[in-house]
């Protein structure tokens, strides 16, 4: 392989549809924002990478589709997650709602070994819409820390508020969940000859 | 060569018929089970319409369809970046909204869209679940694409963007051009290998290609009634076989062939010419060197256990070996023939070497390898465990790659024989049993702490050989040349390859003029290849391929006992070639013994 080993974490941003997961994502990646809706079809990916502590990590970032009929693709997207995003508009109270919906899809879906311990991160976006806001910070956050103390942030993709912090909270989050690999590679797993099958019949020479 | 020049085909099917006939009667008396009744490649030319050059770029003319594909996909560009940011871009093109205070007013994007379709082949997919279904519909009516992809290189600081946009477009560029790539992911769609470029190329494109490979997975029942990772109720019933007949496509030139071997997918994008078969054959193998250097055990249990689990970290130091075998996958004819070569050397020498080495043998000593020239010389194993040409041709990998760590003296490695046994290793003593001629000695242990005990039996055998007369007999083989073809003057036959069915072996003679030359080399490489290709179709397998061209006329043969691939003077007549066929076949009968192990060395 040509280059060193990075760090690479894969992180699924879940959340009803329009509550602004695609313009999150872009705004954290291409430092970019549309006004225009366009429902995510299936899922988009993105990769950036960032400095998290000292270590050069890739963030590889799963954007699903929030419209049930066009998520297509089903488990391979949960699979092997670090760190799952859940983000609901807090203009929109159903969104809000439907965050425990989205958690437990994830947990059933993905298994994590440690479901208790997995990291989450919520985003409480579209907060530059003040006239029209309908949950609570308090609320938000009470909701999170009955879930294990799940970091809560209030985001505006629009205007880019929160947005980096928020992500970079995600990345720790996600690192936490690399573990010490060396620990559990040994070499002991050695050949039992007992066990091996008798491979005479099977008609090779050699 | 140009269109113009037409192939000569000595094979309108009567014609063909007859070289059979002539083949297989008089090669009856050679006493080879030449099949009598032999299948006639009935639709006569198994060559391609109009020029007849192979590799590179050829079209193969086998148009290596499936037999009845139920899902076709089509990647669109998805390997270049012609569709560059068009579902962003559409978006700003379509908007005045003022970039947020985060923009640089500059797009420092190095993104590229990445889109695929799927299309639907026969329609008989239909009953599918209905996610996918709807997806399915949704694409194959072309509105939008499912998945789309977008890298950034964006970092977060900013000195570094401006050269960095240039460094991977260039980057990119040249790992477009490749024309073999060869990608390993996890089936969370994590890196894991690639053979060209960073990961940080793979990592945008690894959802791509798992959506590619998560479509059908989900869309497949397995024999033992588990399925997917989606229970779908009205899912059809695919074989392994089948499912695996469908991870293919081909995108303008390129082939792009998946092998799912959860929970690992291996992804091979080749522009090579090489047939799919050959391609997945040769995926195999990839992963059958990852393997042995992880074990499958280990493979599932870390990734049972953590399915975000990060396996680069124990192919580190060990990449130089997946290299190697990589490069020879496409230059050595091993791979293509599932087959190892021997040493050809005086039978009673190689018999007397397996009696010294036997003779010295610790009860660690499971197998026992020598290898000269890159070919096996002797073979030790216990009677009840023979080994596949696949393992074989691993330990060779082991000892071809050019690493200076076998000059420091004795290397003990870790090394698991897949197909031998998956779920453990066996640990390899390797070791020169004569330096100067690189021959070398591989003692392989179930033991772990075995190591001293397989050095001593090693020090044992070196000293014993010097101060046999055998020793004189062994550096003979080693130092004597391949044989020739020239020397065996044969009418008309110019170089052939001979895999033996029965032990797996092959042998081939040195390449002489023309095919000495490079580009020769490779085009003879890709020729055979073919043929092999050709002859072991799955639709329509033939015993007998002949077709000639103004280069060559080329011979595929295939028996219960032999593989045989031969070419001839572009100008010989069938006559000469069924003598030269012949003449070949009973020199090599003559010869058994000295050119193949044809009894290893057996241990209880
Ligand atoms: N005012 C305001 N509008 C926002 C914000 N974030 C997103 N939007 C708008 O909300 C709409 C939906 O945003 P998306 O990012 O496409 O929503 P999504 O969650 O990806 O939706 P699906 O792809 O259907 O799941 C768009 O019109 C955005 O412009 C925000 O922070 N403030
Ligand atoms: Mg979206």
Redesign the interface.
Known sequence: ???R????L?VIILGDSGVGKTSLM??Y????????Y?AT???????????VDDRLV?M?I?DTAGQE????????FY????CCVLVFDVTVPRSFESLEAWRDEFLIQ????DPEHFPFVVLGNKVDLKDNRAITENRAKSWCDEKGNIPYFETSA???TK?ETAFLTIARAALQ???D??I??D???????D??P???Q?G??? | MSSSQQEQHLADATELEELERRLTLESEGLDLDGEPGAHVDDDGEGGNGGDGELGGEDEDDNPLELSKPDVVFHMEDSFNQHDDDED?DD??A??N?A??????GE?A?A?RGNSFRAGEGEGKRSRAGS??R???E?LSQGR??????????????HDTEEPQRTDAALEEASWVEEDKHIIIL??????I??R?????MI??R???I??L???I??NYRRPDGTHG??PFRQQKEMTEDERDELMWFKAGEFYFVFLVRSPLYLLMVSKTGEAVKHLKQQLEYVYSQLLSIT?L??IQR?FH??????L?????GM?KFTEHLIDRLQADYAFFLNAYQCLPMDPSVRDKLGALIQQHKQKEV?FALVVGNGKVMS?M?????????QD?LLMLNVVQTPTRSFDVGETWM?LCLPH??S?????AHVTYLHEEEGIFLLLLS???DAFKTLSTCRNEIVSSLADSKLLAGVLRAVRAESFRVSTLKIPDLRHFVYKHI????FTVPALEPPYSEPDEERRLFCLYQHVESQMHANNRPVKLFFRSSLQEAVLGWATATFELYAVFDALATKQTVTASVLALLKWIKKSETRLF??S?QLTS
């Not at chain 2, 939008?144 to 600081?157: E, G, K, L, N, W």
């Not at chain 2, 029965?502 to 072996?505: C, I, P, R």
């Open positions: 392989m040509a280059t080993k990075k760090v690479l894969k872009n705004q990646v291409n430092r970019k924002f549309s006004n225009q366009k079809i299936g899922a988009d990916f993105l990769t950036k990478e960032v400095t890739t590889q799963w009929r066009f998520q297509s693709l089903g488990v391979a699979r092997g997650a670090d993905a298994s994590p070994r629009k205007e880019a947005v969940q690399e573990k690999e060396d559990y590679h070499f002991k797993d050695a050949v039992n000859l066990d091996v008798d491979k005479k099977d090779c020479g050699c | 962003m978006d700003d379509g908007e909204d970039m947020t205070e985060g923009d640089r797009d994007r993104s996610n996918v709807r997806a399915y949704e939008s694409p499912t998945v789309r992809s977008h890298a950034s290189s964006i970092t977060s600081r996890s089936d969370a769609g994590k890196p290998y690639t060209h470029g960073s990961e940080d990592v945008t690894a959802g791509v798992q959506a490979i998560s479509f997975e989900e990772s989606v074990t055990s280990h870390a256990r953590w399915s975000n689990y990060d680069r970290c124990h192919l580190a990449e499971v073979l194993r216990p009677r009840r465990f023979p080994l596949k040409p074989i870790p031998f046994n779920s453990g290793f066996m640990h179930n033991k772990q029965k032990t797996n072996q192990m044809t290893p």
